[in-house]
């Protein structure tokens, strides 16, 4: 309040901070851009003004686009401007018109109310600050936790910013939940991660690798002191072979000289080449059996440019997409730590026709990453394809199974190409008359990728090349001729390359001259495909260390460590050494952060420890983060502490086995221990819960309390009154479908929303109806979920083995189900009798159109839910599927397990 903030002239509206305010307030809105500089140097303000309702707020970012603070605009405040008061459209006007040098804004409160908001919002922003909520300038997604707060004044908004990464759903019922002393964190990432962790033991080694990542750390920042760069051409293309055969009785059918050789004098060093719709066939995507590769690398080789020697360096398959990298012979011995990973997207990631595969190697001393995808079609799929985006990029990890996986945004450098699927929401003729007229860049006005990067809500600083080309779909095969089929296709630019250029993982923005955009291209020549090929060409900067200098450099930082750590022993302080989380919900993570100060004179490095007796510094159900690291004298670190209760802990906690309780050791090397203790109470839930439990419980589960539920009459047949036939749960997930979902389009194939599936999840454990309005694509994946995390699955362990040998016989799959027990016999035949119910409401899928459910596709997804192998972990069910990973015992158990299944889909007489 008071501070004057001279003007500079106003620029245009085209800020990339304009799209991320975009919904923090409703109505008619009108906004400036005002570029302000203070003592602490430059900062944009963006004045929002809402309508007639006199609603106003001041952001101030900084020029890193962090978000700094938000200023409501009360009715009592005063603005000045070049020392003369005025009113905010006042001040909104001459802003525009580049009419004032200084605004002075005084803040008075009206009946103490201001007070009373400031010190609520500043809560908060320090929450949101602490989640790592409003840096990095992409979605300020910190905005939802002002939905909680009360609206002070009628003159003052603060409105919740759409989601962050579906752009359509606003911070509502779920917001109440939400308090400065225990948040909630809507994070399917978190859950995603926290799926994946891994426990990590106390030796001292460890204790000298945080040292050593120290060092490491302190070695990136002088990397420039003893490092040179070599220049790399990267060759990246991609191309949907819409099902097509390259070869035929081991001779080329197609050329893909026009797509691979661009100029005859060029040789990329490095070719990466991605194809989606490789196989079309029934088996191929069912159970990702396909054995086009070797024809396709054939072709691929015979493609190349003549006198260059190329050898594949590894590929990657997950049904009809395939990824494939190829490199120089000279350029082997420079490469190293090649891993590969491939993650579907929907349901659990169970179905792998859309989806993703990346392939990451070192060359010298820089890593590189490349993924290639197909996301979900059709013109009005926006979101979908922005969520499966958002599905791969936190999906897919390497060094998967230890201590420290990573994502494809920890490298040196990343590129994503792929049938992205994005349109152009025009009429079909207009847009086939602008691209043969060859106006592009009318067409890319309404391209659906530029605007969701616009937006930020997918493929947030990602870089494109410029498109100089025409749309690369749909043509009628064999021509350059848009589709003139009777579904008249409108043509797109689906097929895309583009590179990253943001942070993530990194100490900086990747460099622009590190990564040069050499040329952009389609290959209208290649004319098998409804498709046409892209091709984009990189001149990459790779890192080569010299090894003598960067060893002089790592040992003069060991020095100066020694030397401080040599004057006394570490000491530090916690902010907090009690934290309490309150009301747990089963997938529903809650996050506390306590800071921890170096107040010694020497680096503390510090880990936490397990508990005399026990191999885990924590319980299953806690997640910290970071677990280990060194704090300079005079620094802090914040260390997130959350707790989530997964298909892992539920079963302990909903039994009683065990409480949110525990206590931690934090341990200093050559210091002290401190004790943190975390309490907290549960929410009992009925996922996680034996089918023979659910059918006595005399109510909802969530006003039982914990322990046991008596099966007193679990053994018998139900009898209508002390016992259910199926668990009431299931029965309103099933209900709710049949009543509202039965002809719904890919039911089983597509994801659902996840706070959808929250609210369905608290309607069950609650006894409430399941709200009306919810989408059925939620309902469904809330049944597979709800399958999935039983302790013993529908059909009991010990008959597995029974069932997978009786596949080959109806009779003996029958006989199998006849000896279940009462209460899995009954969930059993309940279930098929309602996939069969869908399938006979479901229209038979036309040639080549894979958004269907048919009854080998529900086989392969409830075969791997309602059988499962007694040795398998029941916790890790549902999470890595053999049928995309190509383990070949496993995949084909899989297939004896949806052939078990598929016989009770498609047989008369089995209920």
Same mark, same amino acid.
């Given at each position: 309040p008071g501070m004057p903030w001279p003007i500079l002239p106003p620029r245009r509206l085209d800020h990339p901070l304009m799209s991320a305010t975009e919904g923090l307030v409703s109505g008619e809105e009108r906004c400036a851009e005002i570029h302000c500089t203070s003592a602490a140097g430059e900062a944009v303000v963006i004045l929002l003004v809402k309508g007639d309702e006199k609603a106003y707020a001041l952001y101030v970012f900084s020029p890193a686009t962090v978000l700094q603070s938000v200023v409501p605009v009360l009715d009592t405040t005063t603005l000045k401007a070049d020392g003369t008061s005025i009113t905010v459209d006042g001040l909104f006007t001459a802003a525009k018109t580049s009419q004032l040098n200084t605004v002075t804004y005084t803040l008075k409160s009206p009946a103490g109310q201001w007070a009373d908001f400031f010190s609520k919002f500043q809560s908060v922003s320090a929450l949101a600050k602490r989640l790592h909520l409003n840096s990095g300038g992409s979605f300020h997604n910190w905005t939802r936790f002002a939905a909680a707060l009360p609206r002070v004044?009628?003159?003052?908004?603060?409105?919740?910013?759409?989601?962050?990464?579906?752009?359509?759903?606003?911070?509502?019922?779920?917001?109440?939940?939400?308090?400065?002393?225990?948040?909630?964190?809507?994070?399917?990432?978190?859950?995603?991660?926290?799926?994946?962790?891994?426990?990590?033991?106390?030796?001292?080694?460890?204790?000298?690798?945080?040292?050593?990542?120290?060092?490491?750390?302190?070695?990136?920042?002088?990397?420039?002191?003893?490092?040179?760069?070599?220049?790399?051409?990267?060759?990246?293309?991609?191309?949907?072979?819409?099902?097509?055969?390259?070869?035929?009785?081991?001779?080329?059918?197609?050329?893909?000289?026009?797509?691979?050789?661009?100029?005859?004098?060029?040789?990329?060093?490095?070719?990466?080449?991605?194809?989606?719709?490789?196989?079309?066939?029934?088996?191929?995507?069912?159970?990702?059996?396909?054995?086009?590769?070797?024809?396709?690398?054939?072709?691929?080789?015979?493609?190349?440019?003549?006198?260059?020697?190329?050898?594949?360096?590894?590929?990657?398959?997950?049904?009809?997409?395939?990824?494939?990298?190829?490199?120089?012979?000279?350029?082997?011995?420079?490469?190293?730590?090649?891993?590969?990973?491939?993650?579907?997207?929907?349901?659990?990631?169970?179905?792998?026709?859309?989806?993703?595969?990346?392939?990451?190697? =070192?060359?010298? &001393?820089?890593? @590189? #990453?490349?993924?290639? /995808?197909?996301?979900?079609?059709?013109?009005? *799929?926006?979101?979908?394809?922005?969520?499966?985006?958002?599905?791969?990029?936190?999906?897919?990890?390497?060094?998967?199974?230890?201590?420290?996986?990573?994502?494809?945004?920890?490298?040196?450098?990343?590129?994503?190409?792929?049938?992205?699927?994005?349109?152009?929401?025009l009429p079909d003729a207009e847009v086939k008359t602008l691209a043969r007229k060859g106006t592009f860049e009318k067409l890319l006005e309404y391209d659906q990728l530029h605007e969701q990067k616009r937006l930020r809500l997918a493929f947030v600083d990602f870089e494109e090349g410029p498109i100089t080309f025409a749309p690369t779909y749909k043509y009628d095969p064999g021509t350059n001729d848009f589709d003139s089929s009777e579904k008249m296709r409108?043509? =797109?630019?689906? &097929?895309?390359? @583009? #590179?990253?250029?943001? /942070?993530?993982?990194?100490?900086?923005?990747? *460099?622009?001259?590190?990564?040069?955009?050499?040329?952009?291209?389609?290959?209208?020549?290649?004319?098998?495909?409804?498709?046409?090929?892209?091709?984009?060409?990189?001149?990459?900067?790779?890192?080569?260390?010299?090894?003598?200098?960067?060893?002089?450099?790592?040992?003069?930082?060991?020095?100066?460590?020694?030397?401080?750590?040599?004057?006394?022993?570490?000491?530090?302080?916690?902010?907090?050494?009690?934290?309490?989380?309150?009301?747990?919900?089963?997938?529903?993570?809650?996050?506390?952060?306590?800071?921890?100060?170096?107040?010694?004179?020497?680096?503390?490095?510090?880990?936490?420890?397990?508990?005399?007796?026990?191999?885990?510094?924590?319980?299953?159900?806690?997640?910290i983060d970071p677990s280990s690291d060194m704090i300079m004298p005079a620094a802090q670190k914040e260390v997130g502490l959350t707790v989530v209760v997964d298909d892992r802990s539920a079963d302990a906690l909903n039994s009683g086995a065990d409480s949110i309780e525990d206590i931690l050791i934090l341990h200093l090397e050559n210091g002290k221990d401190l004790f943190i203790t975390i309490s907290g109470n549960y929410?009992?839930?009925?996922?996680?819960?034996?089918?023979?439990?659910?059918?006595?419980?005399?109510?909802?589960?969530r006003s039982l309390p914990a322990g046991p539920i008596p099966r007193k009459s679990a053994a018998g047949p139900p009898d209508g009154v002390g016992r259910l036939h199926v668990p009431k749960e299931l029965w309103l997930l099933v209900d709710y479908m049949y009543r509202n979902g039965l002809q719904t389009e890919s039911l089983f194939l597509t994801s659902g929303n996840r706070k959808n599936i929250w609210t369905v999840i608290e309607a069950l454990d609650t006894g409430k109806p399941i709200p009306d309005g919810i989408d059925v694509h939620s309902v469904a994946e809330t049944l597979v979920r709800f399958l999935d995390g039983l302790p013993e699955p529908v059909i009991p362990s010990h008959l597995y083995r029974r069932c997978i040998d009786s596949v080959n016989s109806v009779v003996l799959c029958r006989q199998v189900v006849s000896e279940m027990p009462p209460v899995p016999q009954c969930v059993f035949i309940y279930i098929m009798a309602f996939l069969r119910e869908v399938l006979r409401n479901t229209k038979p899928p036309a040639p080549g159109d894979d958004t269907v459910i048919t009854a080998d596709k529900l086989a392969l997804i409830f075969g791997s839910l309602l059988l499962r192998p007694p040795t398998k972990d029941a916790r890790q069910r549902g999470r890595t599927h053999s049928v995309l990973t190509g383990d070949t015992a496993e995949a084909l158990l899989n297939k004896k397990q949806a052939a078990f299944v598929r016989h009770f889909l498609v047989s008369a007489g089995d209920s």
């Open positions: 004044s009628s003159g003052m908004a603060l409105a919740s910013a759409a989601q962050p990464n579906s752009g359509e759903e606003r911070f509502e019922e779920d917001a109440k939940m939400i308090t400065p002393e225990a948040p909630e964190l809507e994070s399917e990432a978190f859950i995603d991660g926290f799926l994946q962790r891994k426990s990590y033991d106390y030796t001292p080694a460890s204790m000298q690798s945080i040292r050593e990542a120290w060092i490491h750390a302190q070695l990136a920042q002088r990397a420039p002191e003893f490092t040179k760069q070599r220049a790399v051409t990267v060759c990246i293309g991609t191309y949907n072979v819409n099902g097509k055969y390259p070869m035929e009785e081991g001779r080329a059918t197609m050329d893909l000289g026009p797509w691979l050789r661009f100029r005859p004098e060029e040789s990329p060093d490095i070719y990466v080449l991605g194809f989606q719709e490789l196989d079309l066939t029934a088996e191929a995507l069912i159970f990702n059996d396909s054995t086009r590769e070797e024809d396709w690398s054939r072709a691929i080789e015979l493609s190349f440019h003549e006198g260059h020697h190329y050898r594949k360096l590894k590929s990657k398959q997950l049904v009809g997409m395939l990824l494939m990298v190829y490199v120089k012979a000279e350029l082997l011995p420079h490469i190293r730590d090649v891993q590969t990973d491939a993650q579907g997207t929907g349901i659990l990631g169970m179905m792998g026709n859309k989806g993703g595969v990346a392939i990451r190697f =070192a060359l010298n &001393d820089s890593t @590189l #990453c490349f993924v290639n /995808s197909h996301l979900a079609a059709h013109d009005d *799929e926006v979101r979908r394809r922005n969520q499966d985006h958002h599905d791969i990029c936190r999906r897919v990890l390497f060094n998967r199974d230890t201590p420290a996986p990573f994502t494809i945004f920890d490298h040196d450098h990343l590129f994503w190409l792929g049938d992205l699927n994005y349109r152009i929401p409108t043509p =797109a630019y689906c &097929d895309r390359v @583009l #590179c990253y250029r943001g /942070s993530i993982g990194k100490p900086a923005p990747v *460099e622009r001259d590190t990564v040069v955009l050499q040329h952009y291209v389609s290959a209208m020549d290649c004319k098998v495909s409804d498709h046409k090929p892209v091709r984009a060409q990189y001149l990459v900067q790779i890192k080569v260390i010299e090894a003598d200098r960067q060893r002089e450099v790592y040992n003069s930082i060991v020095r100066q460590l020694d030397t401080i750590e040599n004057k006394s022993l570490p000491d530090v302080t916690i902010s907090s050494n009690q934290l309490t989380f309150e009301n747990v919900r089963f997938l529903r993570p809650q996050k506390h952060t306590i800071t921890i100060k170096n107040v010694g004179q020497v680096p503390a490095r510090f880990q936490f420890l397990p508990k005399p007796g026990q191999a885990e510094s924590h319980k299953q159900w806690l997640w929410l009992r839930t009925s996922f996680c819960t034996n089918l023979e439990e659910l059918v006595v419980a005399p109510g909802p589960v």
